[in-house]
């Protein structure tokens, strides 16, 4: 079965740092992989997916890679925002109708 | 605008007592979902629905149960049955196959 991991579970750095959040994956046969992110006592909002076939997706200061064969993906964020803090998930994907996700990595950006 | 909408945001179940939790999308997906959140863990899936008047049970299925009698709706009964019923609730659809999942806002329930 696939498992997702993410590690850290929580992080804090200052406003303005650039940061990697990671999410690791056992299973490499994936369809697609997406990142979310969580405000307390909210729904999921999708940031970026990325296809199988694809190796990175950028959105606004946002950028997410994906390296199947090593079951890796990051989300890399540039200059931090207090605004930035919330809970980041990603989910794996298999045949495009069966997800699994990882336990999350808790943002705090520091003013 | 289109979008999936839980309701209500905040639910109370008393011992013994079934409840249900609402979620109605206009985005004419044809897939929807129920997970569960609990602190720490992942989100784990209850129940999921491909087509109209057809579902099938995810990991955590005991306890609960659906019905998909339209397209836009998919409501779950949390019953007497769920001992541990204190989670956050989120449903999600998605188009068939595309991998791209779309949540609604939630539901916390509580037990009294």
């Known amino acids: 079965k696939q498992e997702v991991t993410q590690i850290p579970a929580a992080l804090s750095v200052p406003e303005g740092e650039n940061l990697v959040l990671n999410c690791s994956f056992t299973d490499s046969a994936i369809y697609n992989l997406q990142w979310f992110r969580q405000d307390p006592g909210k729904g999921l909002t999708s940031l970026l997916l990325i296809q199988s076939s694809q190796r990175e997706q950028t959105s606004g200061r946002l950028n997410a890679s994906l390296d199947k064969s090593s079951g890796r993906s990051t989300l890399y964020i540039a200059a931090s925002q207090p605004g930035d803090s919330a809970t980041y998930l990603c989910?794996?994907?298999?045949?495009?109708?069966?997800?699994?996700f990882g336990t999350g990595t808790s943002l705090t950006v520091i003013p | 605008d289109g979008g999936i909408t839980q309701s209500p945001k905040y639910l109370f179940r008393k011992e013994g007592q079934n409840v249900t939790l609402s979620c109605e999308q206009n985005?004419?997906?044809?897939?929807m979902y129920w997970y569960r959140q609990d602190p720490g863990q992942g989100l784990r899936l209850i129940y999921y629905s491909q087509i109209v008047n057809d579902f099938q049970k995810g990991d955590i299925a005991e306890g609960y149960s659906v019905s998909r009698e339209k397209k836009e709706s998919f409501p779950l009964t949390v019953t007497s049955a769920q001992k541990n019923p204190t989670a956050f609730y989120l449903c999600?659809?998605?188009?068939?196959?595309?991998?791209?999942?779309?949540f609604g806002s939630g539901t916390q329930l509580s037990v009294l």
């Open positions: 999600a659809s998605s188009i068939w196959t595309s991998g791209k999942l779309f």
């Open positions: 989910a794996v994907s298999h045949t495009g109708n069966q997800f699994y």
């Open positions: 985005l004419n997906h044809d897939a």
